[in-house]
């Protein structure tokens, strides 16, 4: 599945004011002297690689759960063109300080993988692209973005899925060794993306967002199996969730709560150290805790089928967490 590339539909009324910084560009393109393409390549870039956290996904029986895994780019907190589900999602927010080309790459089921492995026939199915999918995917696009946003391995934290039965019972062992092999191959993908960001000629900032707050998360979900067990029409869908992640059954969560922390810690030191090359150079890196401490510890804010992905109202709260964490990137690409 090709990402999903999104241009403001009053572009043209946004920037023929003398004032806007792409001016220019507007006459050009009216006096024919250059192409539509050629007119949106001028715009800002900015990319979403992730997860179904990063996605409008819920949910229900296979079949449904497969049609909507395949059009589910919209309506969540990057990325929302629905006015009635009322999220203020990153890119509308971006769009207040200049017109934006909003990228979304995410997928359901994707998962940090290492090059050349190949997707799951699971993913194939669902048109999903794990980590290194989505990187070739802006790797081999015509435009790379200024601005990439990285939110993913929430999958990779299900440490209970094809874990030996003996490890069940004492996973000390397991989940140091599942992190330290996580931020092997987070680093060899992230490497791929850096070398070719350095190569382009405009400016590009990076931020590697931490894996969500499972602690919190978790709340919410007890909550919401709180409120089913008083009505039980309520989130009929809530233990589908255990079909396709084993881990969040209540025996787990702790595990994968520890496994999310040791994650985050090697995200930021993996980030600390490839920052450190990339002094004066044109492209920015950084790490955000914004998502690792947005609270989702509420059952409204998860979605009233499955008790698992996030609400309107959650995306709305990972939205504001995470735009209010993107202004040194901002800065650096002279946004302001």
């Avoid at 971006?94 to 993988?113: N, Q, S």
Wanted: proline content about 4%; some cysteine.
């Amino acid at each position: 599945m090709k990402f999903v590339s999104v241009v403001p539909e009053n572009l043209l009324e946004r920037i023929r004011e003398p004032t806007s910084r792409f001016y220019s560009d507007y006459l050009a393109y009216k006096r024919g002297e250059i192409r539509w393409t050629e007119l949106i390549a001028q715009l800002p870039h900015v990319a979403m690689i992730g997860d179904s956290v990063s996605t409008g996904i819920h949910v229900t029986t296979t079949w449904s759960t497969f049609w909507r895994a395949r059009s589910c780019h919209d309506n969540n907190w990057f990325l929302n063109l629905d006015p009635g589900k009322e999220i203020q999602s990153v890119s509308e927010r971006l769009e207040r300080f200049a017109p934006f080309v909003a990228i979304h790459c995410a997928g359901v089921g994707a998962m940090i993988d290492d090059y050349g492995e190949g997707e799951a026939f699971s993913r194939r199915i669902l048109g999903t692209r794990n980590f290194s999918g989505q990187i070739n995917q802006l790797l081999l696009s015509k435009r790379f973005p200024d601005l990439i946003l990285i939110s993913i391995g929430h999958n990779n934290v299900d440490w209970a899925w094809r874990s030996p039965p003996d490890e069940l019972a004492r996973p000390q062992e397991r989940l140091p060794r599942l992190s330290r092999h996580l931020h092997k191959i987070f680093a060899r993908q992230l490497r791929r993306l850096l070398e070719h960001a350095r190569a382009e000629r405009h400016r590009v900032a990076i931020i590697v967002f931490g894996l969500i707050n499972f602690g919190a998360y978790f709340k919410g979900r007890e909550e919401a199996e709180r409120r089913r067990e008083k009505e039980p029409t309520l989130y009929p869908h809530l233990e589908t969730t255990y079909k396709y992640l084993i881990s969040f059954r209540p025996d787990y969560r702790e595990n994968v709560i520890r496994l999310a922390a040791m994650v985050n810690n090697e995200l930021r030191t993996m980030v600390n150290e490839f920052s450190g090359e990339l002094a004066n150079t044109n492209v920015y890196l950084r790490y955000s805790g914004a998502l690792a401490t947005a609270d989702l510890s509420r059952a409204e804010l998860l979605h009233a089928v499955d008790g698992w992905h996030a609400s309107v109202k959650g995306h709305n709260v990972l939205a504001e967490s995470a735009f209010a964490d993107l202004s040194p990137s901002l800065e650096f690409l002279g946004i302001s």
